[in-house]
């Protein structure tokens, strides 16, 4: 609960009235390695921080396993359009590894959402630190080559780089396993 009140606070100031809310809402949960926390055709119904370990999300197309997030620690996540419209995903969301999670039910996110003034501030805040990743991810499709973008990912992401398997790894960054292999053994570290 420590890593996810301070993520809260290295966006906004809290008091500690907001930090009693903030605690009674969040349920801690200890998830294994390979545990689906969302399949597509269900509705998300929470919203989780990931206080330790690495989750993916991932939506099959065609029959293809295309990695769309890998979330490492300190971080928020869920299937967003599911979890606000409450229709049914098109994500799945596994654990990769052991987790620590803290999740949000949607009615207690309403109740925060209406009720007080900090969480509608913290919500636009890391709503708006996902968008300018998201839009940092296109570009870097569009202007940086292949090897450009795992150079970066390991740069920005070395426990992911060293956790999370060379398939979903390529496939986060849009090539095929082969191609990130031979990356792999052109850089000398």
């Known amino acids: 609960m420590e ?11 809290l008091t500690q009235e907001e930090i009693q809310l903030t605690k009674k809402y969040f349920i801690s949960e200890e998830i294994p ?3 689906n926390l969302l399949k597509a055709g269900k509705v998300e119904r929470y919203i989780y921080f990931l206080d330790t370990g690495i989750v993916k999300g991932y939506q099959n197309i065609d029959g293809k396993i295309v990695v769309q997030h890998l979330v ?3 971080d928020f996540f869920t299937s967003l359009e599911s979890f606000m419209t409450e229709t049914p995903s098109l994500d799945y969301y596994e654990t990769v590894t052991d987790c620590k999670l803290l999740k949000i039910s949607k009615p207690d996110f309403d109740f925060l959402q209406q009720e007080t003034k900090f969480w509608a501030v913290f919500v636009k805040e890391v709503t708006n630190t996902h968008l300018n990743c998201k839009l940092e991810r296109v570009k870097d499709f569009q202007i940086l080559t292949a090897k450009e973008r795992y150079l970066k990912f390991m740069d920005q992401y070395p426990q992911l780089a060293l956790n999370v398997s060379i398939d979903n790894i390529a496939s986060f960054l849009g090539m095929e396993p082969q191609s990130l292999s031979r990356i792999r053994k052109q850089i000398v570290f």
């Open 3 to 13: 890593n996810l009140i301070h993520y809260i606070q290295s966006k906004i100031s």
């Open 72 to 74: 490492a620690e300190n």
């Open 33 to 35: 390695a390979q545990t």
